[in-house]
């Protein structure tokens, strides 16, 4: 574990010098290792919980998609779409607390097919899932769960009060010990400190993720967050070098947000450590083209190996 002391003296750093560090682990640790995933949104809407950020909350009033979970055809075609684009990990997210019953069956049948017909690794964010079903879809040919942690213990009651922090993690705890890899991190811009960001980083090095994924608020008309200011981007910056040197040997990912709040600083974020990219588009939001980001993928790596 990082302590607290070394923290301490990172944060003391300017923002260019503190990305300078940053990018300095990130190629001794890592090289130039560039990990690109794309996500289905497999079931969407009507969820039961209030993450105070999401448009699938019943809790609002949205204009997001509702639809039950896609058959294993229409699946299996996004996942062969992702591996031509260039994804590692294909993921199917679902909407609602957790998956269970007759769609859980449904999925783990698909997960199967999917491995059989596919080349590529496939990961779910199903929501609190315990250890027996995570086994299950392990044996059927799961290679990693995702399962975001959002913010620091502290800060998440301020944004879900329908289930726990403890609940998170536990799910994490669960699928490590079902023998999946995991995927988790949150996100930033939702009102909280640098101190907060600090600690959810801490919290997934604790968890011992296999990869770390930050969004940045995109705060969407209906929900609770519609009205909240953007980061500035010297503190994303900032939070993305904290978490590279926090998480200093696993890929760590930008994903919904990164566009448009980071807009002609994008490149920036991949001189401040981090090294992966979602692709394709996120769960109610379309992204850059696929050939854009794999055109920019490209020319990071060259900058980082000159």
Same mark, same amino acid.
């Given at each position: 574990?990082?302590?607290? &002391?070394?923290? !301490? /003296?990172w ?10 560090e ?6 001794a640790?890592?090289?130039?290792k *560039?990990s ?5 949104? /497999? ?6 919980e209030?993450?105070r950020f999401? $448009?699938?909350?019943? @809790?609002y009033?949205?204009? !997001?998609?509702?639809?039950?979970l ?10 062969? &779409?992702?591996?031509?684009n260039?994804?590692? @990990? ?7 607390r ?6 859980? #069956? ?9 491995r059989d017909?596919?080349d590529?690794?496939i990961?779910?964010?199903?929501g609190?899932l315990?250890k ?5 879809l392990?044996?059927?040919g ?9 913010? =620091?213990?502290? *800060?998440? %009651?301020?944004?879900?009060?329908t @289930?726990?922090? $403890?609940?998170? $993690?536990a ?5 490590k010990?079902?023998?999946?890899e ?7 811009g939702l009102?909280? $400190?640098e101190?907060?960001?600090? =600690? ?7 968890c011992?993720?296999d ?12 929900? %609770?967050?519609?009205?909240t200011? %953007?980061? #500035? ?5 900032? =939070?993305?070098?904290?978490f590279?040197?926090i ?14 709040a ?18 394709g ?6 992204g ?19």
């Amino acid at each position: 574990m990082i302590s607290l &002391e070394k923290i !301490s /003296a990172w944060r003391s750093l300017s923002c260019s010098r503190l990305m300078a560090e940053a990018l300095s682990s990130k190629l001794a640790r890592r090289q130039d290792k *560039f990990s690109l995933c794309s996500i289905m949104n /497999a079931k969407s809407g009507k969820c039961g919980e209030d993450c105070r950020f999401c $448009t699938q909350s019943t @809790h609002y009033k949205t204009k !997001s998609p509702v639809y039950p979970l896609k058959n294993s055809e229409k699946i299996i075609a996004e996942a062969v &779409e992702a591996k031509k684009n260039g994804a590692g @990990h294909f993921s199917l997210v679902t909407s609602g607390r957790g998956l269970h019953g007759p769609e859980l #069956e449904r999925l783990i049948s698909t997960v199967s097919k999917l491995r059989d017909k596919v080349d590529i690794k496939i990961c779910a964010s199903l929501g609190i899932l315990q250890k027996n079903d995570l086994f299950r879809l392990k044996k059927a040919g799961l290679n990693r769960f995702h399962h975001n942690l959002e913010t =620091s213990e502290d *800060f998440f %009651p301020r944004i879900v009060t329908t @289930h726990s922090f $403890t609940e998170r $993690t536990a799910t994490l705890k669960a699928a490590k010990k079902a023998g999946l890899e995991t995927c988790s991190g949150g996100i930033i811009g939702l009102g909280e $400190t640098e101190e907060d960001r600090i =600690s959810l980083a801490l919290s997934l090095n604790k968890c011992q993720v296999d990869s770390a994924v930050i969004n940045i608020l995109i705060p969407l008309a209906g929900t %609770p967050m519609a009205g909240t200011p %953007p980061l #500035e981007i010297k503190d994303i910056l900032r =939070s993305i070098a904290l978490f590279r040197l926090i998480l200093p040997d696993i890929p760590l990912r930008l994903a919904a947000g990164r566009e448009s709040a980071l807009d002609d600083f994008l490149s920036s974020a991949f001189m401040a450590g981090a090294d992966g990219m979602m692709i394709g588009g996120y769960l109610t939001r379309r992204g850059r083209t696929v050939a854009k980001d794999l055109k920019f993928v490209g020319d990071i790596k060259k900058i980082w190996r000159k």
